[in-house]
């Protein structure tokens, strides 16, 4: 309170004055000539309680008041910051069925089957289990999917990447990304989603690995199983896979270069035992050296790697092993005794098996074969010098290069594989009493107007009179068939 307002009275500060009654009584302003007042003393200030409850319930008032101002401190911030406008842009995600994204998210490979059913999406499990049987083994799905999505139908003839025909990771992404859009349900309906949600791309692509992975070790499980009878081997040795490999004769001439064929036939047993000590004069076995397995060697041209490559009967009677089942493989049923029983051939889940037997799949038998030929119990890329991986890449450089021969020896398998699949194979040079007909006759018939001798010419234009109301008669029967059959639709 300002002194000027109250004349004669000062502030005291933290004391309370005391006036007398004579102050009281009398009116006039004029100071007194009493005594000064007597001040009274304040009251000590009261010592804070020590107790334990009490120092618990300040620490509890002290928190909550922390709590609300930082709590006021929020509303404020976020009180302040601008509304956006009507004209601001939001970015919103690619068109899109909610239901076919939820189920990608939903996907899980250690799921049972009841959950798949229960779920409706085993469809997506069946199409992850066959992918690896249409594009191949040691595919990296992660690096496909994450760089296949953005190049999507962008490429061209002269990709710096791709101008060199060697199979790299340019030519993967660009080979197998097609054929996971192709045979994987709503990728090809959803690329331009995944394109921004890496997350689920990132899920998608483990989720098709480890699916991938199963197919692949049940596959190599079934040739493991059948190949002693496959390969028509007579030491029960062999039916141990660890003794296999460069351990057996038997099997390290399959498993050995081709182009080191001589050298393993002066002495198999040192060539053999050289390999598995990998002594530094000793062979080498690499996966750009092709093993002999992969050939026929009725056709095999030591100055032509593509004569005779892939044509053996073992690796035709694995691939038929796979896609179309034991039964389909005569040695086998009759080691079993009748039909055999199982699943339905993998064949019949393809939507065209004549386009799914590709060099993809020939070459992911092949890797196939090789496990159940080597001595290893687990499946790995590597086996003394030989890596798997590399054996894929060179297999495919070769059929970027060859075009044609790509073509030939897919044709050769569908031929094989798809129309005469329980028959045995016919030798090129084998002749019957039809193909001998062929040879003697000839297909050309020569058409004359001329009448034949000794025939008038009223008896030829009777002759084709006739022959025209034959025509005429056959067209009508045909016709009133035609009608019959949309009726009775």
């Known amino acids: 309170m300002p002194s000027n307002s109250f004349p004669g ?118 199409a992850a289990w066959m992918l690896p049987r249409y594009v191949g083994a040691f595919i990296d799905y992660d690096t496909v999917l994450t760089k296949g999505l953005p190049r999507d139908g962008t490429y061209r003839h002269d990709d710096p990447e791709c101008t060199h025909l060697i199979y790299n990771e340019c030519w993967e992404v660009r080979c197998c990304f097609s054929l996971i859009k192709l045979h994987f349900p709503g990728i090809q309906d959803h690329v331009h989603y995944l394109r921004e949600d890496t997350d689920l791309v990132a899920q998608l692509a483990k989720f098709i690995t480890e699916s991938a992975r199963k197919t692949r ?39 050995c270069p081709i182009d080191q064929l001589a050298e393993f036939d002066r002495d198999p047993l040192i060539f053999c035992r050289g390999l598995q000590d990998r002594h530094d004069d000793c062979a080498w076995v690499t996966a750009d050296d092709w093993p002999m397995f992969l050939y026929d060697m009725s056709e095999y041209n030591p100055n032509d790697v593509r004569a005779g490559l892939f044509k053996s009967q073992l690796m035709l009677k694995c691939y ?10 005569p040695i086998i049923g009759k080691a079993a005794g009748g039909k055999l029983k199982g699943k339905p051939p993998v064949i019949k889940n393809m939507e065209d098996a004549a386009e799914s037997i590709n060099v993809h799949t020939i070459t992911y038998i092949a890797c196939l074969v090789r496990h159940a030929l080597n001595a290893q119990a687990e499946w790995a890329v590597e086996d003394l010098d030989f890596n798997s991986g590399d054996f894929v890449r060179s297999i495919l450089t070769l059929a970027l290069r060859n075009i044609n021969w790509q073509e030939d020896i897919s044709e050769w398998y569908r031929h094989r594989v798809l129309y005469k699949s329980c028959k045995r194979e ?32 009223a008896e030829d234009e009777q002759g084709a009179n006739e022959e025209l109301e034959y025509n005429h008669l056959m067209k009508k029967t045909k016709m009133l068939r035609g009608r019959r059959t949309w009726n009775n639709r």
Not at 429 to 453: C, I
Request: net charge positive; charged share 30%.
């Open 217 to 255: 070790s049940d596959d190599a499980g079934h040739i493991r199983e059948h190949i002693f009878e496959i390969a028509g081997w007579k030491d029960n040795l062999l039916k141990t896979k660890t003794e296999r490999g460069f351990k057996h004769v038997v099997t390290g001439c399959l498993l």
């Open 320 to 329: 038929k092993l796979i896609f179309t089942g034991p039964a389909s493989v």
């Open 9 to 126: 009275l000062t502030r005291v500060k933290g004391q309370k004055r005391i006036y007398t009654a004579a102050f009281d009584e009398s009116s006039s302003p004029s100071p007194s000539t009493s005594p000064p007042p007597i001040l009274r003393p304040q009251p000590p200030p009261s010592k804070p309680n020590s107790s334990k409850g009490a120092q618990e319930k300040d620490k509890k008032d002290k928190k909550k008041k922390e709590k609300r101002a930082k709590a006021k401190h929020l509303l404020e911030k976020s009180s302040s910051s601008p509304e956006p406008s009507k004209d601001a842009h939001i970015p919103a995600m690619p068109k899109h069925n909610q239901y076919v994204i939820c189920t990608y998210k939903a996907l899980d490979p250690r799921a049972k089957l009841i959950t798949h059913l229960g779920a409706s999406y085993e469809h997506l499990y069946q």
């Open 426 to 457: 016919q030798p090129t040079n084998w002749k019957t009493m039809y193909s001998k007909m062929l040879d003697q006759t000839s297909g050309d018939r020569e058409y004359t107007h001329e009448p034949a001798e000794g025939v008038s010419k």
